[in-house]
Structure formats: structure tokens, C-alpha cells
């Protein structure tokens, strides 16, 4: 019997998870994935927003800000890659500077600060590359970015230090409630709890209207992205977007947290919000739409191209709480699409209050301090690299040549609380295999680690779980089937 269960592993459940184990309780994160921020969590632009593009009154707006203002010292405690770069949202024509005087007034109702309209001459002298023909733009000092993967991951590792427990590849299949106790069904089997909290993305309607008198509709929309290398500069040093649209806030231009450039994303509604290829159309259109802000845009340094998918709310508002008309301590917070990320420390914060304060959840007696994400080796000076490698020999034997990772590194991410178990699983946590290459280098050596820590054969590691696997047999196996053809 576990007090809280919380369904869903991305950046708003790792972060609920966080704050609960600050609590004396027996919590359960639950994923059908076979990691954390395997959704929309390892898919976005990874912009902490400011606030000013939600509408005044919103759960969206209010968490926006909100959390938007704690992002500083939580990647700080957590150790995670975070850069208050900065924004401009450009305008091309009188109508675009309306709709971008509207954001400055929506954006200060919202409490966003320092936010103020700018001309052609100050765009183009604080950011040189931009469109010549830009007429206007909104100028967002308080924006940045970070990476939200490993905001992701921090928060997860932070919780299961204090007691989390997580538990993956078990989609939730029913839930329903009997004697004040929440059971939820998975293919391993049924679990139970006090309470249970619906933070499931894309998949998180179907479970709210398993127990709601007020059904609600996510709609998967997928957004496409392509990444630079980071050996190429990026040419902006802000997050350069244009002129939001219905759709949400449109192409952008942005340095990642790591230095790459970052192009996106497309904005397309889709039926199923696991579908996340990469398409001929998409990318096209996002790369019509940069050419508006950078007009020498190329593809000669893209490395790779992805897409993920957020869960848009028919509603177009956050949906946070008690679930209505369900039985006593069902909780949820679905409906997180952008501006998801920055939101998620604030609704975590509240949420989690308010979840303990209905079932009296005791404080605990100590809480563990979070654990800081390493100085990656390939940040250190040469001074801190000859120290390590002293240290720990591990450090001399790069695994990556691309983003210049050791093996101690990628030893570590297996062995930390809820360690790797896949190649992507490495990847997110180490960088290996983000770079040029894209893991053709590293991969096999990546995969005889995992192979030695998790004490298992080369045919069972898998890229990102499921039926992902990296090999289809031995040599002997093959030879043998091909004798048993001829």
C-alpha cells in the first residue's frame, strides 16, 4: 500500500515526486516508458518562458510566472545546465507590432518584469543575424533555457534519494477507487494506494475519464525540431521567436542549454500522441519559417532531427486539482503542454501541498539534500581533468569523441538512483552520442558498460526499452539458422 502513487514520470510528476519525498510517505511514480522523461519532457525547446504569451487569469499564466521564477536556484541545487539568455519576438509589419503590444500589456498584467517594444536599429545591434526587414520586436530579458531532460532527471534523482520509488514499462491500464483505496492496474499487476495523482501527458484523459463525472479531451499535437551542431556557433545569443499564432508560439531560433542552435517547432494535431516521426512537411515548414528570422539559415550543420509531442487541452488551459466528480484524493495535473516546463516547479510545489494536507502527510524527520549533476568532464579546466583522472582512471578513457565524455561518466549515470538501463538512457544523462556522430562511434562501447553494470547479455540492451534492441543474435545463431536453410 503506497500513500501517493503518481502516474507519469516527465518533468511535472518528477518534480510532484520531489516534493512529496519531503514528506513521511510512501510514494510510487509510475511510467510506461522504461525511463523517466521518455514524453514531451525529452522533446521540447527547453525555454524557461516568462510569462507573457499566457492569457491573464490562466492556471497557465499564473504557473508560468511562477515557476518561471524558482528555474535560478532549482538548477542551481540540482546541478542542472540552465542560461537566462534572454528573448526577442520579432515582428515584420504594423499589424505584427499590435499583436506584440498586446503580449507587452498581457505579459505585465501577468507580472512578467523589464519587458519593453524595441525598433530595427537595437534588434539588429543586439542580434546582427536577424532579418534585415524586421520592423519591431518584444524584448523578453528574463527569459532563458535549460536543459529539460536533466532538469528531468535531477528532480527524479532527488526524489528517489529521499524515498521515491520508480517503477517503469507498466502503462496504467484502469483505475478505479473501492474503501478509500485507488487501485491501478498494470500489465505487472495492481497497485494500491491512498492517493493517486494523473500526471500521464498525452495518455492522461483517458485515465481522467476512467473516474470523472467531466470528461476532458488532450489533443497530441507533434512539433518537429532540427538540432545543430555545437560546433557551429549559434547565431543568435537570445531565443529569437516570431509572432506567436494560434497554434502556439511558433518557430523559434535558440541556443540550447549546451550551445547548440535549436530550430522549431512545427505545430501539427495528430491522432496518436505516440507518434513521433520526423516528416518530410514538418521539417520543411519549419525551416521556411526560419528563413523569415535568419535568412542564411542551412542545413549543412544539422546533426540530427526530432519531434515530440505535447498534450494540448481542448480546454486550452492547464487542468490542475482534485479530479472532479471522481472519489476523495484523486489528483491531476494533465493538460501541460508550453508553457509546461517553466510551470512544472510551481505545480509541483502546490500540488504537493495540497496532496499532503488532504491526506495529513507528517513532515519527514530528514530530508536528504540533492545530490548536484557532476561538472561534466568536457566543462573542466585542465587543472580539474588531471584531478579527476587522478582520482578515478575511468575519466582517461573517453567514450565519446564527440561531446568528449569518459567512462567514468557514463558508469555513474547507470549507477545513480534511477540509473540508465537503455543506450538513450546514457544518452540523456551523459551526452553520449548527442554529438556528430549521433552514437555510431560510442555506441558499442556504451553498450559492453551498460552490459557490465547491469550484469546482462548484449541482447537484451535495447536503444530506449520496449523491442528496441541493439542486436538480433550472435554470429552462431545466425550461421546456425543459415544452415538449417541451405
Known sequence: MYDVIIIGAGV???????????????????????????GASKANSGIVHAGFDAKPGTKKAYYNVKGAAMYASLARELGVPYNPIGALVIGFTEEDRETLNKLLRQGIQNGVQELRVIERDEILALEPNTNPDVLCALLVPTSAVVSPYEMTLALSYHAAQNGAEFIFDSPVEKISESAGVWHVSTPKGTLEAR????????GAAELHNQISDEPV????RRGEYYLLDSTVKCPFSRTMFQVPGKM???????PTAHGNALLGPSAEDIADGTDTRTTRFGLDFVLDKCRLTWPKVTTRSVITTFSGVRAHPATDDFIIGPVHGAPDNAFEAIGIES????????IAEELGELVAERLKLPGARFVRPAVPLLKPFAAMTE???AAACKRNPEYGRIVCRCEVIPEAEIRDAIRRPVGARSIDGVKRRTRAGMGRCQGGFCS??????LCEELHCSPLEITKCGGESKLLAGTLNEIAKEARGHA
Open 444 to 449: 558499442p562501447r556504451v553498450m559492453e558498460i
Open 195 to 202: 492517493a493517486i495523482v494523473n500526471c500521464a501527458g498525452v
Open 248 to 254: 502556439g508560439k511558433g518557430v523559434l531560433i535558440s
Open 12 to 38: 511535472v510528476g518528477c518534480a510532484l515526486a520531489r516534493k512529496l519525498s519531503q514528506y513521511d510517505a510512501k510514494i510510487a511514480v509510475l511510467d510506461a516508458a522504461e525511463d523517466v522523461a521518455d
Open 217 to 220: 479531451k488532450i489533443i497530441p
Open 339 to 346: 508553457p509546461g516546463l517553466s510551470a512544472a516547479p510551481a
Open 383 to 385: 587543472e580539474e581533468r
